[in-house]
C-alpha cells in the first residue's frame, strides 16, 4: 500500500504557472502509476494526467496537454504537476492517485488518493 499528500495548490491569474507535488510513502512506491485527477465544483473528476513508475510513459488529458507537464522524482518519493498557461476552467480541486500497473485514465482504477488541493485561477 502506498499513501499519497498533494500540496502546491493556490490561487494563481490566467496565463500563470503553479507546480503541484504529490508525496508517497510506501515500500512499493517505485513500481506504482501515479496519475492525477481534478474535480470542479458541480462537475464530475475528471483524469489529468499520469506517468509509469520508471517515467517513461506519460499520458495527458486533451484539455491539458502543451500546457501541463507530470514527471517523478523517485529517490524523494515526490510526483510533481507542472502547470503552465493555465485557464480559469482550471480551476479545480487537484488530487494525487495511485495503482499498480500500467497507466489508466478511469477513476476507479486508482485505490490510492490524496486528500485533494485546491487551484484557483482567476481571469
Known amino acids: 500500500q502506498v499513501q499519497v499528500v498533494e500540496s502546491g495548490g493556490g490561487l494563481v491569474q490566467a496565463g500563470g504557472s503553479l507546480r503541484l507535488a504529490c508525496a508517497a510513502s510506501?515500500?512499493?512506491?517505485?513500481?506504482?502509476?501515479l496519475g492525477w485527477f481534478r474535480q470542479a465544483p458541480g462537475k464530475e473528476r475528471e483524469f489529468v494526467a499520469a506517468?509509469?513508475?520508471?517515467?517513461?510513459?506519460?499520458y495527458y488529458a486533451d484539455s491539458v496537454k502543451g500546457r501541463f507537464t507530470i514527471l517523478r522524482d523517485n529517490a524523494k518519493n515526490t510526483n510533481y504537476l507542472q502547470m503552465n498557461s493555465l485557464k480559469p476552467e482550471d480551476t479545480a480541486v487537484y488530487y494525487c492517485?495511485?495503482?499498480?500497473?500500467?497507466?489508466?485514465?478511469?477513476?476507479?482504477?486508482?485505490?490510492?488518493w490524496g486528500q485533494g488541493t485546491q487551484v484557483t485561477v482567476s481571469s
Open positions: 492517485a495511485a495503482k499498480s500497473g500500467a497507466i489508466a485514465t478511469v477513476r476507479e482504477y486508482y485505490p490510492y
Open positions: 506517468i509509469i513508475w520508471s517515467g517513461s510513459t506519460t
Open positions: 510506501g515500500r512499493t512506491f517505485s513500481r506504482y502509476t
